[in-house]
C-alpha cells in the first residue's frame, strides 16, 4: 500500500511536538489534503489536540500494547486520509528502558518505514544546536530523521546561526519557529488538558496551528511524505453482526479511550451507545456499560450532584449487568473522590475511596488474569499501562481482585482489578483489538441479556 506518511519527533518532552504537528495538520489541509493523525504511546491526551485539527479520530500506536503486526494493521486500516501524520512520544529513542530502542517512536517510525522530523528546542544554544543534531542522526545506523524543525527562535539573528551551525551537517531545517508564550499549550497533572473538556481548549490549539504554520515548510513536507516506500497491505478482520448493546461513558469526565477498543467491540458485534455520567439522568438500554478514563475529579461535584446516575449505575450493577471501567472508571465506582479539600461522593459500588496524590503512576503494566471475568478466561497474560495521580485508601479486606501483576505500580501487592457482582474495575487500561477481551465483553453481554 502507498501511503503518505510523517513522523514528527522530538529530542524530549515537551520540546512543542503537539503544538508543532497541528500545525503540520493545518498546513495540509490548507493545502487541499486531508490528514489521519497518529499518536505513538498510549496518551489520550495529545490524540485529542489531533483529532480536533484534523477532523479525523487520532489513532494510537504502541507497539508494548498492541505488538508489532497489530500497529501495522492499525495504521494500514487507518490511514484512508492523502497523508498519515504520527506524532512522537517523549524523546526520539525513548522506550520501554534504556537498553533499546522498543516502543519508542524510534521504534515505530522503523515498523512503518517513514521519514523522520525531529523538533529541536533551539532557546539558550546556537552553533551547539548542531551537535544534538547529529548526536540524534547518528545515534542508530538507521535513524530515519530526514529533517528538522527548530523551535523557540529567539530572533533572526539566533536563526541564521543555528542554520549556519547544521549547514555543514547536510540536515535540512524545515521550520524556524520564534519562541512565543502565546504558542504554547496549557498543560496540567496529566500533560496537556484534553480538548474534550471545553471550547477554549479548542479555539486555543487552532489558534496556535494557524501561527506557527507559517513558519514551517508544508510544501517540502508534503514532498517528503509522498517519497516513502509501500507497506504490505494488511489482511482485514471479519465484522460480526450486531447481538448486544454496550453503553459508552462519553462526555468532559470519561474521555480515555482507544478508538481501537471501540471499534473492536462494535466488530464483535456490539452496538454502542454513548451517554453523560455528568448530564444525564440514566443509562440508555443496554447489555453491558463501559467507562474509560478521565478526569472525574475536576468535575467531581457535578457527578457528585448526579445522584439518578449514581443510583442506576449502581443498580445495574447489583443486577449483574457486565460493567468494565478503567483508572477514572474506577475512581468513579469508589464510594469518593478526595480532591484538595473537597470530598465527591461518587457512585459506592467499590468499599474504597480514591485520594490524589502528589506522585503520578506511569509505567507499562504486565501480569496474569488469575480468575474468570467479563474480559478473559484466568491464566491469561496481560499487557497495559497506568497514568494517574490518585490512589485507592481504606480498601475493605475482602475486596477481589483479578489481575496479579509482575510489572507496574497496580493498587496492593501489585494486584488491579477488582472484582464486584460482574464489574471488573481497574486503574490499568488495556488494548482491545489484538487480544479477546473485546469478544469475551461482548460475549459477557450477550449472556447477561438472557438472564
Not at 484534523?54 to 507497539?63: C, G, I
Not at 533499546?100 to 544554544?125: F, G, R
Not at 493498587?411 to 464486584?420: M, P
Not at 477481551?437 to 460475549?443: D, K, N, P, S, T
Request: aromatic share 8%; with cysteine.
Amino acid at each position: 500500500m502507498k501511503i503518505p506518511r510523517l513522523v514528527i519527533a522530538g529530542t524530549t518532552s515537551g520540546v512543542g511536538k503537539t503544538a508543532i504537528t497541528c500545525a503540520i495538520i493545518h498546513g495540509m489541509k490548507k493545502n487541499g489534503y486531508s490528514v489521519q493523525p497518529f499518536k505513538v504511546g498510549p496518551d489520550y491526551i495529545d490524540p485529542s489536540y489531533l483529532s480536533s485539527i484534523s477532523q479525523n479520530n487520532a489513532r494510537n500506536l504502541d507497539a508494548w500494547l498492541m505488538g508489532n503486526q497489530e500497529l501495522l494493521s492499525s495504521f494500514t486500516k487507518n490511514s484512508k486520509s492523502n497523508c498519515s501524520i504520527i506524532e512522537g512520544v517523549m524523546g526520539y529513542y525513548d522506550g520501554f528502558s534504556g537498553l533499546s530502542n522498543y516502543s519508542s517512536t524510534h521504534h515505530v517510525a522503523c515498523l512503518l518505514k517513514s521519514p523522520v522530523i525531529l523538533v529541536l528546542d533551539a532557546s539558550k544554544t546556537a552553533r551547539s544546536i548542531a551537535a544534538t543534531a547529529l548526536g540524534f542522526k547518528k545515534f542508530h545506523k538507521n535513524s530515519r530523521i530526514v529533517g528538522v524543525i527548530l523551535n523557540k527562535i529567539g530572533s533572526k539573528k539566533h536563526e541564521i546561526l543555528c542554520k549556519q551551525a547544521l549547514q555543514s551537517l547536510k540536515i535540512t531545517v524545515l521550520g524556524s519557529i520564534p519562541k512565543d508564550l502565546e504558542l504554547s499549550l496549557a498543560s496540567r497533572h496529566l500533560g496537556l488538558i484534553p480538548v474534550s473538556e471545553n471550547t477554549s481548549m479548542r479555539k486555543k490549539i487552532h489558534s496556535v496551528a494557524k501561527k506557527i504554520v507559517d513558519f514551517i515548510e508544508i510544501d517540502k513536507l508534503i514532498a517528503i511524505s509522498n517519497n516513502t516506500t509501500s507497506i504490505p497491505k494488511q489482511k482485514n478482520k471479519k465484522i460480526k453482526k450486531t447481538k448486544t448493546i454496550i453503553a459508552v461513558a462519553l462526555d468532559n469526565s470519561f474521555n480515555f479511550y482507544y478508538r481501537d477498543n471501540i471499534d473492536a467491540l462494535r466488530r464483535e458485534g456490539a452496538k454502542i451507545k454513548f451517554f453523560s455520567p455528568i448530564s444525564d439522568s440514566k443509562v440508555p438500554s443496554c447489555n453491558g456499560i463501559y467507562i474509560g478514563g478521565g478526569f472525574p475529579e475536576i468535575l467531581g461535584n457535578l457527578l457528585h450532584k448526579n445522584h439518578k446516575m449514581k443510583k442506576t449505575i449502581k443498580n445495574l450493577a447489583e443486577k449483574e449487568i457486565p460493567i468494565y471501567a478503567e483508572c477514572g472508571g474506577l475512581m468513579y465506582l469508589t464510594r469518593s473522590i478526595n480532591y484538595g479539600s473537597k470530598k465527591f461522593n461518587m457512585v459506592g459500588l467499590f468499599d474504597a475511596e480514591t485520594k490524589m496524590t502528589k506522585r503520578m503512576k506511569l509505567n507499562y503494566t504486565k501480569g496474569k488474569i488469575k480468575s474468570n471475568c467479563i474480559i478473559s478466561p484466568k491464566s491469561k497474560n496481560l499487557r497495559g499501562h497506568e497514568f494517574h495521580y490518585s490512589e485507592l485508601n481504606s480498601i475493605s479486606s475482602d475486596s477481589k481482585f483479578v489481575y496479579q501483576l509482575s510489572l507496574g505500580d497496580g493498587i496492593k501487592n501489585k494486584q488491579d482489578g477488582l472484582i464486584e457482582y460482574n464489574t471488573l474495575a481497574s486503574y490499568g487500561h488495556l488494548y482491545f483489538d489484538n487480544s479477546d477481551y473485546a469478544h469475551r465483553f461482548v460475549e459477557s453481554c450477550v449472556n447477561a441479556s438472557k438472564r
